[in-house]
């Protein structure tokens, strides 16, 4: 073969696959974005609950899911969680991770899914003086028409009735979303007696559930009790077991069930 004969066909071969590069990546990124588009986001406030989550989970695929960290406490569990959903763009945030109890109604072990998250700690005062955002006047996010089509005060629900009434793992109370978790009984009491509703405390429920709501996103949380609110006592905890618990419901809505 000559030399320019040789030259032009290894020009060509060169060209076919720079073009077969570009139809390939841009298969793969519409297949990504496809998928993107089409997953649940689940997240996790720290790494050991989602490292226990997925664990628990053993082989089974997170299939149309795709699992994150939102970060530890409010602020960062809002700021994360509206990033992760810009970046994914999922047709629903699930939250999963341990919360103490607050209630007889939620047993340290299990698992529970919560259908009504109340912010607490973000307003004036403390204690027995805590006055919430609400109830001195202000919203958590006002409504805007071209912004927020919902604005955000102190409780929000997750509007899925027909899903409440066939979840057996739903529970008919508040998780309160608190800024520091009970550091003893006497503080676990002040927020039962404020809120009787109020069956379990975590720290992201609210952020999170406020992210989706600004985002148009819709939000499950499903929280296993790790331990009694206020008991700061590792010992009395059983935080693997309310881990596989949680595991459990977060396989069951990921499936659709």
Not at 57 to 73: D, P, S, V, Y
Not at 108 to 137: K, L, P, T
Not at 194 to 222: K, N, Q
Request: proline content about 2%; some cysteine.
């Amino acid at each position: 073969m000559s030399s320019p004969v040789f030259s032009l066909v290894i020009e060509f071969v060169y060209s076919f696959i720079e073009l077969a590069d570009l139809l390939w990546l841009s298969g793969w990124n519409n297949r990504t974005n496809s998928m993107s588009h089409s997953q649940c986001l689940l997240l996790s406030p720290t790494q050991f609950e989602r490292s226990a989550i997925l664990s628990h989970l053993g082989g089974k695929k997170l299939e149309g899911a795709i699992a994150q960290l939102c970060g530890f406490g409010p602020v960062a569990a809002a700021a994360r969680t509206s990033s992760l959903i810009s970046q994914h763009r999922p047709v629903m945030v699930v939250l999963a991770g341990i919360a103490g109890s607050l209630d007889a109604q939620c047993s340290i072990g299990e698992a529970y899914e919560f259908h009504r998250v109340r912010s607490y700690g973000i307003g004036v005062g403390d204690g027995e003086q805590f006055q919430s955002a609400g109830e001195i006047g202000w919203r958590h996010v006002q409504e805007d028409s071209d912004t927020v089509s919902q604005g955000v005060g102190d409780v929000l629900k997750k509007i899925d009735e027909k899903r409440k009434l066939e979840n057996r793992f739903g529970i008919d109370g508040e998780l309160l979303s608190v800024c520091a978790a009970s550091s003893s009984q006497s503080e676990a009491d002040v927020k039962k007696k404020r809120y009787a509703d109020a069956l379990a405390e975590d720290m992201e429920g609210f952020a999170v559930a406020t992210a989706c709501v600004i985002h148009s996103v819709p939000w499950v949380i499903v929280r296993g009790i790790s331990n009694k609110a206020g008991d700061r006592d590792k010992k009395n905890w059983q935080a693997d077991r309310a881990l596989q618990k949680t595991a459990e419901r977060v396989s069951e809505i990921l499936a659709g069930k």
